[in-house]
């Protein structure tokens, strides 16, 4: 009988550890290919590239300290920080600096679109295996479902005014949005619902 993809779980803690880990492996190497590509990146990667223009910091410290200010915010939601919580602001960061040494560079426009789809698509195989290690959620996952609750706003209405608005923000700091940025909005849930 094959579960539903809610239901599936790498079963021991071992296996849900190691899960964890290449799961945010795989995440950040797709969130370095929608850099490399030139065409747009999520939504807080775009707040992050904005404050790097700001501030004398590499892309993934930059993208640690975002996520460590989203835990803080998350306690006054009662948003538990757990093991995979803390571990995704750190992996995802180290992931990101360390493929942003030898990004695949190109002039072609087909190539850095194919590795737009290509980013979206990593990401969302990093997601659902992150996902089934069942180990807790992304520190901007908390704040997602933390703040429909204290607000009695739909989950869908304040993730979408919550990342427009982190969107804005980084595109007025110098963060790039674009076809990247529409791809992941539209291509991640779909990317990682295949994945699962």
């Given at each position: 009988?094959?579960e539903?993809p809610h239901a599936?779980?790498?079963?021991?803690?071992?296996?849900?550890f190691?899960?964890?880990?290449?799961?945010?492996?795989?995440y950040?190497?797709?969130?370095?290919?929608l850099?490399?590509a030139?065409?747009?990146?999520?939504p807080w990667?775009?707040?992050?590239?904005?404050i790097?223009k700001?501030?004398?910091?590499?892309l993934?410290i930059?993208?640690?300290?975002?996520?460590?200010?989203?835990l803080i915010?998350?306690?006054p939601?009662?948003?538990?920080?757990?093991l995979?919580?803390?571990?995704?602001?750190?992996?995802?960061?180290?992931?990101?600096?360390?493929s942003?040494?030898y990004p695949?560079?190109?002039?072609?426009?087909?190539l850095q679109?194919?590795?737009?789809?290509?980013?979206v698509?990593?990401?969302?195989l990093?997601?659902?295996?992150?996902?089934?290690?069942?180990?807790?959620t992304?520190p901007r996952?908390?704040?997602m479902?933390?703040?429909?609750?204290l607000?009695?706003?739909?989950?869908?209405?304040?993730r979408?005014?919550?990342?427009?608005?982190v969107v804005?923000?980084g595109?007025?700091?110098?963060?790039t949005?674009?076809?990247g940025?529409?791809f992941?909005a539209?291509?991640?849930?779909?990317?990682?619902?295949?994945c699962?």
């Open positions: 009988m094959v539903p599936l779980t790498l079963r021991s803690p071992f296996r849900s190691l899960g964890l880990v290449f799961g945010l492996i795989f950040g190497l797709g969130k370095a290919l850099v490399a030139g065409h747009g990146v999520s990667t775009v707040l992050a590239e904005g790097v700001t501030a004398d910091l590499s993934g930059t993208t640690f300290l975002i996520s460590l200010s989203v915010l998350r306690i939601l009662c948003q538990t920080q757990v995979g919580t803390l571990l995704n602001a750190l992996i995802i960061a180290v992931i990101l600096d360390l942003l040494l695949p560079r190109s002039e072609d426009l087909l679109i194919v590795l737009a789809f290509l980013g698509f990593t990401t969302g990093g997601g659902a295996i992150y996902l089934i290690a069942n180990l807790g992304g996952y908390g704040l479902t933390g703040l429909p609750t607000s009695s706003r739909p989950l869908a209405l304040v979408s005014v919550l990342e427009v608005m804005l923000a595109f007025s700091l110098g963060g949005a674009g076809l940025t529409l992941f539209f291509g991640i849930g779909p990317a990682i619902a295949f699962l």
